[in-house]
C-alpha cells in the first residue's frame, strides 16, 4: 500500500505561484518505478489530469497548463512537485497527487488551491 501526502496548497491572487509537494512512502518497491502525476477537481466538475511524469522523467501537461506548470520529480526523497506559476482563478481546484505502476492506483487525500482575481 502507497501512502501519498499532498502539501502546498493555499490561497493566492492571480498571478501568483505555488509549489505543491507530494510525499510517497510505505511502497515495497522503488518510487521511480512509478508514473506520479498530478489531477485536479473543481466543483461541480470531473477529475482531470493536469500533469504526469514517467519513472524516465518524460513529461505530459493538459494543454490549460502547458508554459505555466513544471512537474517534477525527486526520487531519492520519494516525492513529486508541481510548480505553479501565472496562476488564474480557473486553476482553483483540490489538486491531488497520483502514483500508478501497471494495474496499481492510488490516490492522497488533496490539496485545496484557490486563486482569487
Known amino acids: 500500500q502507497v501512502r501519498l501526502v499532498e502539501s502546498g496548497g493555499g490561497l493566492v491572487q492571480a498571478g501568483g505561484s505555488l509549489r505543491l509537494s507530494c510525499a510517497a512512502s510505505?511502497?515495497?518497491?522503488?518510487?521511480?518505478?512509478?508514473?506520479m502525476g498530478w489531477y485536479r477537481q473543481a466543483p461541480g466538475k470531473q477529475r482531470e489530469l493536469v500533469a504526469n511524469?514517467?519513472?524516465?522523467?518524460?513529461?505530459n501537461y493538459a494543454d490549460s497548463v502547458k508554459g505555466r506548470f513544471t512537474i517534477s520529480r525527486d526520487n531519492a526523497k520519494n516525492t513529486v512537485y508541481l510548480q505553479m506559476n501565472s496562476l488564474k482563478p480557473e486553476d482553483t481546484a483540490v489538486y491531488y497527487c497520483?502514483?500508478?505502476?501497471?494495474?496499481?492506483?492510488?490516490w492522497g487525500q488533496g490539496t485545496q488551491v484557490t486563486v482569487s482575481s
Open positions: 497520483n502514483a500508478r505502476f501497471s494495474a496499481l492506483g492510488y
Open positions: 510505505g511502497s515495497r518497491s522503488d518510487f521511480s518505478i512509478y508514473l
Open positions: 511524469i514517467t519513472s524516465g522523467g518524460s513529461t
